[in-house]
């Protein structure tokens, strides 16, 4: 099964995969710089993850393991604990000053 | 070599200058033009990258599919990061987990590529959507939405843009010449022997699979214990020694085929639990932390003095006043 699924693989290379991650993770980035509603900033590195899930599952594959899985699933850990804290905090910070815009709270402090 | 990676670099650099013109706020028809530069920008890479794949074998249709959800990945990102309106981000960012999901089964994790759907686009996304809807601005005397200023205008596109840009150039040049460019052949027979050694340690699916091929061993041994240990590999599948392990009795060989080694889904298991008992703690304290976290902080109530009040409803008043004015 192992040897019929790399010939299945096609021509299809690793870097293939590696770019289209490269990709996923720069469009997150910029995205990340240049957005200012917090929400869609968070949405962003949500996407940096995922440009980083695909590429540890590329790279678990190229080695025929199942690390760059395991990988993944602590990812989708962190990105969901992220999540939880991240909106927890941003309903917060709504509910004090009724604006999305990252800019007003440049400062946190008291 | 060296000339193609130049091209890359120029056709990477005119598909970022046309995200820049997206990103930024502009007129429709310059957003058009940007798209259209874009995509042929894409098409030109997609072109290099068939031309990579070389000759027009059948065997290369996974090719077509790898494409097929690549583009629409990095396009419902493009979108996800340049739409104004963030509840049209989070459902184009479902477009992106959905499409990564295809690209992983293509990588044959079937158990993740279901796993990124049901935690990502069921879970995650609808926190996202939910918190969105929750934060959402009224509507306007006339009934419009009108999307918040700072939805609309970016900060700092060019630089935000040109960081991007430097990055991919690294990140590329590292994948196109520091790596090989082929997927050069990874050591099959030893990942093939780390399988059935995987095997080896799950005695009841190694149990079944032996008596599959072998139907006599079920009466010559009893079901609480397999005495069969791996021996080597051959062409056909994993050899392995079944008989007493002492040095009494007599012991025989079963070759077992390819398709008994462990699914992906018993070796994502395996390692999870063998490889990476400790991580797996600590995944699970990390959530606990984080439901305590949100639940601590959702519903914590913020005392607001008086003239914080009147600033926030100042604010609020003014924002309006802006937008109300923007239409006028």
Not at chain 2, 17 to 36: H, S
Not at chain 2, 238 to 265: K, R
Request: charged letters at 15%.
């Amino acid at each position: 099964m192992m040897l019929a699924a790399i010939e299945n693989l096609g021509s299809i290379t690793l870097s293939h995969y590696i770019f289209t991650s490269a990709l996923l993770f720069v469009i997150g980035l910029i995205g990340f710089v240049t957005r200012r509603n917090m929400i869609v900033m968070f949405l962003c590195t949500e996407l940096m993850f995922q440009g980083a899930a695909i590429a540890m599952i590329a790279f678990g594959r190229f080695h025929l393991n199942a690390s760059g899985q395991v990988f993944v699933i602590f990812i989708l850990t962190v990105a969901a604990a992220e999540a939880a804290l991240a909106l927890a905090l941003v309903v917060l910070l709504y509910r004090r000053r009724e604006t999305l815009s990252a800019e007003v709270w440049s400062e946190l402090k008291e | 070599m060296a000339s193609s990676i130049f091209y890359l670099a120029c056709v990477l650099g005119i598909a970022t200058a046309a995200l820049y013109l997206l990103v930024r706020p502009g007129a429709r028809a310059l957003k058009l033009g940007a798209t259209v530069v874009g995509l042929g920008a894409l098409g030109w890479l997609v072109q290099q990258f068939v031309g990579m794949l070389g000759g027009d074998d059948p065997s290369d249709r996974p090719g077509v599919i790898f494409f097929i959800f690549s583009l629409i990945a990095v396009a419902s990102a493009v979108r996800m990061i340049t739409h104004s309106r963030p509840i049209y981000s989070a459902l184009y960012f479902v477009m992106v987990v959905l499409s990564s999901a295809g690209l992983f089964l293509l990588l044959e994790a079937e158990f993740m590529a279901f796993a990124l759907i049901i935690v990502y686009a069921g879970a995650i996304l609808i926190t996202y959507l939910f918190v969105l809807m929750l934060a959402q601005q009224a509507p306007g005397e006339d009934g419009t939405v009108q999307s918040p200023e700072y939805d609309r205008i970016p900060r700092e596109p060019a630089a935000g843009v040109a960081v991007g840009f430097v990055m991919l150039a690294l990140l590329s040049e590292m994948i196109f010449s520091g790596v090989s460019t082929e997927l050069t052949e990874p050591p099959v027979a030893a990942a093939e022997v780390a399988a059935w050694r995987e095997l080896e340690q799950m005695p009841g699916q190694l149990r079944r699979e032996l008596i599959r091929v072998d139907p006599d061993l079920e009466e010559s041994f009893p079901a609480d214990q397999t005495p069969a240990k791996f021996s080597r590999i051959d062409e056909q599948g994993g050899i392995f020694t079944v008989g007493p392990l002492g040095s009494s009795g007599q012991t025989y060989e079963v070759s077992l085929p390819h398709s008994a080694m462990p699914q992906n889904i018993q070796r994502v298991g395996w390692a999870l639990v063998h490889q990476y008992p400790a991580s797996l703690e600590l995944a699970g304290v990390i959530l606990l932390m984080a439901m305590f976290g949100a639940v601590v902080l959702a519903q914590r109530q913020i005392e607001l003095s008086d003239d914080e009040k009147l600033e926030a409803a100042r604010a609020h008043q003014s924002a309006r006043d802006a937008a109300n004015g923007g239409d006028a």
